[in-house]
């Protein structure tokens, strides 16, 4: 079971590259969401999609485009790397709903920016 | 806006003991997730808590919901060193009820269990 697969697990760029990360779930799920973690402050939501076609910016959206074409896809666009998004990225994924609706992380990819 | 606190940051104890983490919010929700993180790997759900007066346990962890007063707790019982991980608490920042996947994390607790 393949559940929510991220690609790169490991980048370096330097300044003012650009580049995206892919995030892939093959679990149907609609919501599908950006983290990044950086030590001693948890993980803080990039952005969020309900659905395709459908995103909205989370709590540190500055740096970072979305786009949702497809269910299974989320990918993350960094236009122009800054060092201040040196950081561990981790994609989610979920269903909505009342009930027992957990959300599901890939592995992480780990950016560094010089 | 929500803000999610969890303490102690680090906890560092010994096999065999008890001890417990806590997790304060700030506005209403109805869900709050546990989850463990081990150094360099992704995060593994642990509970999802509903209600008021919620209750889950998995082995030595147990975890605890009490809307009125916004707090969660994870309750270690009798430590052993497999649980030495990162715990986070996280709150779905929805104010409609139901799962947005929207979440709000705490900063996490390094739990180290000496032998």
């Known amino acids: 079971n393949a559940g929510v697969t991220q690609t790169p697990k490991f980048q370096v760029l330097k300044t003012g590259q650009s580049m995206t990360l892919q995030c892939a779930q093959d679990?149907?799920?609609?919501?599908m969401s950006w983290y990044r973690q950086d030590p001693g402050m948890g993980l803080r939501l990039i952005h969020y999609?309900?659905?395709?076609?459908?995103?909205d910016q989370g709590e540190v959206p500055n740096g970072y485009n979305v786009s949702r074409s497809t269910t299974e896809d989320f990918p993350l666009r960094l236009l122009s790397a800054a060092p201040s998004q040196t950081s561990v990225y981790f994609c989610?994924?979920?269903?909505?709903?009342?009930?027992?609706?957990?959300?599901?992380f890939g592995q992480g990819t780990r950016l560094t920016v010089v | 806006e929500l803000k999610v606190e969890q303490n102690p940051l680090f906890l560092s104890m010994q096999e065999g003991k008890n001890y417990t983490i806590y997790c304060n919010y700030s506005?209403?929700?109805?869900?709050l997730y546990w989850y463990r993180q081990d150094p360099g790997k992704s995060l593994e759900s642990l509970f999802v808590?509903?209600?008021?007066?919620a209750v889950k346990q998995e082995g030595r962890l147990m975890a605890s919901l009490d809307t009125k007063a916004r707090l969660s707790t994870l309750h270690i019982t009798a430590a052993v060193h497999d649980l030495s991980a990162t715990y986070f608490c996280?709150?779905?920042?929805?104010?409609?009820?139901?799962?947005?996947?929207?979440?709000?994390f705490g900063t996490g607790t390094l739990l180290a269990v000496q032998p």
């Open positions: 989610a994924s979920s269903s909505p709903g009342q009930g027992v609706t957990e959300a599901f």
């Open positions: 679990m149907n799920h609609e919501y």
């Open positions: 999609s309900v659905g395709a076609g459908i995103t």
């Open positions: 506005t209403t929700s109805d869900r």
């Open positions: 808590l509903l209600s008021n007066g």
């Open positions: 996280a709150v779905d920042s929805s104010l409609r009820g139901g799962a947005t996947n929207k979440l709000i």
